[in-house]
């Protein structure tokens, strides 16, 4: 199993062309995840950018269709090289295929040690990681192969969706995530951090139901200190067949390191628990 | 004085291609309101994609440079055109500098007037409209002539960095909303709404701060009502030299219409209260 270096790799054939090759188990069913598809956008542009702004600040994707596994093109184009940030354009095709739109701000991030000046955002709280619940993706209902790579566990709080078919009703999933292959964090992790929780609208009972991003912004603020993310993420507003979520990401020493915003369409299943809904987790450990 | 519609209007000179005229009325010190931009930005993407997808649903914007008043052209492309979703890449330069990069989700808006399913956000709580103070940018240290355009009428419990060259403390700007010409708002107004208060950081003490924007993304979620917008920034972390805000605008019926996140750097004064500082806003009434 390749872990996230290997998944996120990029080969650059020419001035702003990369290559890359999906990885199927960095998927929710057959759907490679949204956050891993900007890692690897963000690996090719801090590529391109060159090593003045070797890291990504902020991140903003589009998502026109989803890409099936395998190789893809990376098509990126540096817009400004300025003293503390660069932006870079960076587009994936997948067999010509427009797949992802994004635009990226590169700089330079400073380690997460550094105390916050100020923070409205109090940190979750989360029972030791031990006592949290290990997701598996392993029902063959609806594989989610991104949890075999991707160590999620949820505060038994959280859960419900899974064991009980309800949720709390606080539409919130939080819980510890690390990289399964033992790789510590770095900033391109963080971004598949702020997309690889289970939807948080499974927590307001909304069981089943299909949540493909449309649009995702992530903040990385520092980098991240060894050990498990926490990882906390809500929703704000479900209208008309759109939610909007938000996802916070601690690092180990306690630092807020990233921010996601994301909004998706919803698409509920047609019966009112479909395989996906109980399938989607059934705890491990 | 152009209202809104004027002061946003966008001319079609080839496939792709706008012209703009920036009207100075709507900055902030000299420089261009980057909500403004974004829906200048949006007329022109939303024109372009055509009567299927007539509203923005996710806007992304990265700042490069800020462009001066006067005309700007508008580069617009469209990616993909869907069923519910059309999405376009928009840019906009000032005499051939590349100023901001825009990636435009267009889709078809609900009324505001359906009601949410779920929400995790409580509507802002406010004085009445007419209890609340204006702001006035005419202060000739750091006139801001936004606020002539845009009518902005903030909690007195907000204007402590105005009047007592103090904020509360709480990280959080709110009032009520209007455009000063009587137009009533529409989902391109939003975008200005979401990103037209004084900086919240502001109210952390950090007075004459200058919070250029690096990235801003908003979600248009409904079309609003008729009426006052309104509008809660609030700070969310600052760290090493960069603040993320938080918007949420309410139209006059309470619905939650557009939430907007920003990414900025935060520039301190070399002196601890600068011009900028207290003469950004000089209460009025």
């Given at each position: 199993m390749a872990g996230f270096l290997e998944a996120t790799a990029v080969r650059r054939t020419a001035e702003g062309r990369y290559q890359a090759e999906l990885d199927p188990m960095w998927?929710?069913?057959?759907?490679?995840?949204?956050?891993?598809?900007?890692?690897?956008?963000?690996?090719?542009?801090?590529?391109?950018?060159?090593?003045?702004?070797?890291?990504?600040?902020?991140?903003s994707a589009h998502y026109l269709s989803a890409p099936p596994a395998g190789p893809v093109e990376l098509r990126v184009e540096t817009l400004r090289v300025g003293r503390s940030a660069a932006q870079v354009r960076a587009s994936l095709y997948s067999a010509d295929r427009h797949c992802v739109e994004a635009l990226i701000t590169c700089g330079e991030l400073p380690a997460a040690a550094s105390a916050p000046w100020w923070s409205g955002v109090p940190i979750v709280q989360l029972p030791p990681e031990e006592a949290c619940r290990r997701l598996s993706g392993d029902d063959p209902r609806f594989p989610v192969p991104l949890l075999?790579?991707?160590?999620?566990?949820?505060?038994?709080?959280c859960v419900g969706f899974a064991t009980a078919g309800s949720g709390s009703g606080l539409g919130e999933m939080r819980g510890w995530v690390r990289l399964a292959d033992g790789t510590q964090p770095d900033p391109l992790t963080?971004?598949?951090?702020?997309?690889?929780?289970?939807?948080?609208?499974?927590?307001?009972?909304?069981?089943?139901?299909?949540?493909?991003?449309?649009?995702?912004?992530?903040?990385?603020?520092?980098?991240?200190?060894p050990g498990p993310l926490r990882v906390r993420l809500r929703v704000?507003?479900?209208?008309?067949?759109?939610?909007?979520?938000?996802?916070?990401?601690?690092?180990?020493?306690?630092?807020?390191?990233?921010?996601?915003?994301?909004?998706?369409?919803?698409?509920?299943?047609?019966?009112?628990?479909?395989?996906?809904?109980?399938?989607?987790?059934?705890?491990a450990d």
């Open positions: 998927s929710i069913g057959t759907k490679p995840n949204g956050g891993y598809l900007l890692a690897i956008l963000t690996r090719a542009a801090v590529d391109a950018v060159g090593p003045a702004h070797p890291q990504p600040t902020a991140v075999s790579v991707v160590s999620e566990r949820l505060d038994p709080a963080l971004l598949v951090a702020a997309d690889c929780l289970p939807p948080a609208t499974f927590d307001l009972g909304l069981l089943g139901s299909w949540v493909p991003t449309l649009e995702l912004t992530v903040y990385v603020r520092a980098v991240p200190a704000r507003l479900i209208t008309d067949g759109r939610v909007d979520e938000e996802c916070d990401v601690w690092d180990s020493t306690g630092a807020l390191v990233a921010t996601g915003h994301q909004l998706a369409a919803l698409r509920l299943p047609d019966a009112p628990a479909s395989a996906a809904a109980d399938a989607a987790v059934a705890a």
